[in-house]
């Protein structure tokens, strides 16, 4: 008796209940940091238990979690070199919870897949209801709780004062997709209402990204559109005409509400070639960025191999003026944040990453251009690759890399990435027997 209510026990604890947590992350990464970060913490401490309880070293014995160790570890020395090691240690220390998050994510959709389900149930009633709530707000100036939107123009919805409204419904979209491949193999085919409901949300989700005024969020939106339509195939025109959907959607809102297009395009217009000193200057990305880029760099020259310890910009920039906009809490751009603060090491880590994604996309590309039969990813993966490209892409401002809430968006889909592979691995040594 005794035996078997530990097992039940061991069940709930190592399963169940990181099984709760990773279905609800998506509705706790709109409440904020505390919690979402709270979640993924209480899932990495079970699943490392688990794993020395019941020796699961198969999910760390694999080049991506060495890897990503790997670069762990140069965090945490980075910020042992800088001068505020306290306080850099607090983002470096435990920052190997994200991978354990993702392997333990691989581990429950192992035991039981159908954690894909309820994790795809959970996004569209995530987005279904900023949907409802964001266009509210727009609409009537308020949302729901009578919030009212920032500036008279950019749509916050449940996130208020946080305006990352287009960077959770960006980052998370590609994921959704992904997920709709996978359950719509099952069952969505035939249930009309939930797939009406899902292209309604694609639709719209869109046309809300613009209302956010993220224009950053509406790059990324559109930049894993294409490539998730140029990839895929099985999905190809379905993805097609949404997309076009959601593109009559943005073109109505501009021609609709000129003040929509006066922050997405005469904005960022302004910001690439705002005057100064009477002579009109071409910026990168606008003249704070440019600055803030260049502080960064100057950082990274004189600490080239761990810079200057993670989230230890804000207080290294100063040091380093070019503008009164050099200085701010962190650079806005990825790779230039892990030069200036964890140096050249932790840098290439990431950039060869993202460099070996893009050389393996263009190669399936190719590959299903000439109708070969062996492909490096199917449908769902390429959905999934499309999200962490996104999180990776170099080419435009960012947020910061070590955010907590960001760092968490960003892992969401390797975990699942992650089983898809092992599965395509134990496929393929199946077929060669």
């Not at 945490?76 to 306080?87: P, T, V």
């Not at 409204?165 to 998370?172: I, K, P």
């Not at 809490?329 to 050249?344: A, D, M, R, V």
């Not at 993966?381 to 809430?405: H, R, Y």
């Amino acid at each position: 008796m005794l035996i078997k209510r530990l097992m039940i026990n061991q069940k709930f604890f190592f399963e169940k209940l990181p099984s709760y947590i990773i279905v609800l992350l998506p509705a706790l990464l709109i409440s904020g940091p505390f919690l979402s970060d709270l979640g993924i913490s209480i899932v990495s401490i079970l699943f490392l238990t688990n794993s020395i309880k019941n020796k699961l070293f198969k999910y760390y014995n694999n080049i991506y979690f060495k890897i990503f160790l790997l670069f762990c570890l140069i965090l945490i020395l980075s910020s042992l070199l800088s001068k505020n090691i306290i306080i850099s240690l607090k983002n470096s220390l435990f920052y190997f919870r994200f991978g354990i998050f993702s392997l333990c994510f691989w581990f429950l959709i192992e035991k039981d897949k159908r954690i894909l389900n309820y994790v795809f149930y959970s996004i569209v009633i995530c987005f279904s209801l900023l949907i409802i709530d964001g266009y509210t707000q727009y609409f009537s100036g308020k949302n729901l709780f009578g919030v009212e939107m920032y500036r008279d123009f950019r749509v916050s919805s449940f996130f208020g004062s946080e305006l990352i409204l287009g960077s959770y419904l960006s980052r998370f979209f590609p994921i959704l997709f992904a997920l709709f491949i996978f359950v719509d193999q099952q069952f969505v085919k035939k249930n009309k209402k939930l797939l009406f409901l899902v292209t309604v949300i694609f639709i719209l989700t869109e046309g809300l990204i613009l209302l956010s005024g993220e224009r950053l969020a509406l790059f990324f939106m559109n930049l894993s559109a294409v490539f998730i339509i140029l990839m895929i195939k099985n999905y190809r025109k379905y993805r097609f005409w949404t997309y076009v959907g959601s593109l009559l959607l943005i073109l109505s809102l501009i021609f609709v509400f000129p003040i929509t297009k006066q922050r997405i395009i005469d904005q960022t217009f302004n910001d690439f070639t705002r005057k100064n000193s009477g002579e009109d200057k071409i910026y990168i990305f606008s003249k704070p960025h440019n600055d803030m880029y260049i502080s960064a760099i100057r950082i990274f020259s004189d600490n080239k191999f761990f810079g200057v310890g993670p989230r230890q910009f804000r207080n290294e920039c100063k040091n380093y003026p070019v503008s009164e906009y050099s200085c701010d809490t962190h650079p806005h751009n990825t790779y230039i944040e892990l030069l200036s603060e964890s140096g050249i090491f932790a840098f290439l880590i990431v950039f060869v990453t993202f460099l070996l994604i893009i050389f393996l996309s263009i190669k399936q590309f190719f590959l299903k251009l000439f109708k070969k039969k062996k492909t490096y990813f199917n449908d769902f993966e390429l959905c999934l690759i499309s999200a962490i490209i996104i999180s990776l892409w170099p080419f435009s401002p960012s947020g910061s890399f070590f955010n907590n809430w960001m760092s968490i968006v960003y892992y969401f889909p390797v975990g699942i990435f992650l089983w898809q592979r092992s599965i395509n691995k134990k496929e393929q040594k199946f077929n060669n027997v």
